[in-house]
């Protein structure tokens, strides 16, 4: 019971009460803000293991600073805020939560899509600001969902989830991939498509890569430039993969219609970010994953995590595989 660990943001009684069945816990207590870097540094010093969230940035200084770590346990699927490379080389495991958030994060993407295609914010605030004259036949018109065409750029699992759903809606159903998934064609009859040809023939195009350095500014002025000028753009991956300077040109410009937002380059956004002054955009705050029910399982899938990992066991989910030895 000497293990220590450290928790960057408050959360609930039974999630700390099962992590102190098996470590010494300190976790920053203030509701809902994040630990302060210089705090984050001098208690990344002492402990064995790190239950972190995507707000903290674990880099090379930070990773520089700690003696006795032994795995950082981050309570998402993407782990771009972690530099993997420098935590394999210093032999610290790094996890993640995939699975348990999969189905919850392709309905947002989904509802996103639908949201914006038919322009349900517009039509919200529309009928609050007093405007709501009479019924009128060309009012608030939006995209059609059903019988359109679907593009998916990155088929993991929220990839394939999203493609099933799609397929409810009778959408015809593109996907781009690093590598080709004949399996998920297979099931789901869903159809490979070059980039460039995905950008060109879709009426909507989910963006659902990891971010990397391959993937940082993949949907920029050129690409706009060869997407239908009714696209609907929806983007619940990382915001540094669309360049957002090049989607407010495309949105002004009319080079595509919409765009659906839940993430940002830069997180929490200003709400003075000249995306959020256009009626044909919608933007969330990284809720992607934010059900009750799945927060708590990847709460527990995290705690599991550390658990195992500390053990001396394989974690569930190991993000650098070959420390697994
Ligand atoms: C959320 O964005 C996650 O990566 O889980």
């Known amino acids: 019971m000497d293990r220590k660990i450290y928790i960057t943001r408050r959360l609930p009684d039974e999630i700390v009460a099962k992590l102190s069945k098996y470590f010494l816990v300190e976790m920053w207590e203030k509701e809902d803000t994040p630990v302060p870097r210089s705090i984050l540094e001098e ?12 707000t903290e940035a674990i880099d090379r200084e930070l990773l520089d600073q700690a003696k006795n770590l032994k795995v950082i346990s981050n309570m998402a699927v993407g782990y771009n805020n972690i530099d993997i490379n420098y935590a394999t ?5 790094v996890t ?8 919850t994060t392709a309905d947002l993407t989904f509802s996103l899509l639908m949201a914006t295609s038919r322009r349900l914010l517009e039509a919200d605030q ?11 036949p060309f009012l608030l018109t939006g995209q059609d969902v059903f019988g359109s065409t679907l593009g998916i750029i990155g088929l993991g ?43 060109r023939q879709s009426d909507f195009l989910c963006i659902l890569v ?26 619940t991956s990382r915001g540094g993969v669309v360049n957002e300077d090049e989607l ?41 994953s934010a059900s009750y029910g799945t927060r708590m399982r990847m709460a527990y899938l995290n705690t599991e995590n550390l658990i195992r990992s500390l053990a001396g066991d394989k974690p569930v989910h190991l993000v650098n595989e070959e420390l697994s030895n």
Not at 96 to 103: K, S
Not at 168 to 196: C, P, W
Request: proline residues 3%; contains cysteine.
């Open 126 to 136: 529309f009928l609050r600001q007093g405007k709501w004259k009479t019924w009128s």
């Open 210 to 235: 990891p971010f990397t350095k391959d993937t940082e500014n993949l949907i920029s002025r050129k690409q706009f430039s060869l997407m239908k000028d009714n696209a609907v753009l929806v983007n």
């Open 89 to 93: 080389q210093k032999g610290i495991m």
């Open 248 to 288: 407010y040109n495309a949105l002004v410009n009319g080079d595509i219609w919409a765009a659906g937002l839940d993430v940002f380059n830069q997180e929490p956004t200003s709400i003075d970010h000249p995306l959020i002054s256009l009626n044909n955009v919608i933007t969330l705050p990284h809720i992607g």
């Open 43 to 54: 208690k990344v010093k002492e402990v064995d293991g790190l239950f972190c969230l995507l």
């Open 157 to 199: 699992q929220i990839g394939k989830a999203v493609a099933r759903r799609a397929k409810g809606f009778n959408m015809e159903v593109l996907y781009y991939n690093r590598s080709r998934k004949f399996d998920a064609e297979q099931e789901l009859g869903i159809h490979y498509t070059e980039f460039e040809d995905i950008l």
């Open 96 to 103: 993640n939560t995939p699975g348990v958030l999969t189905e």
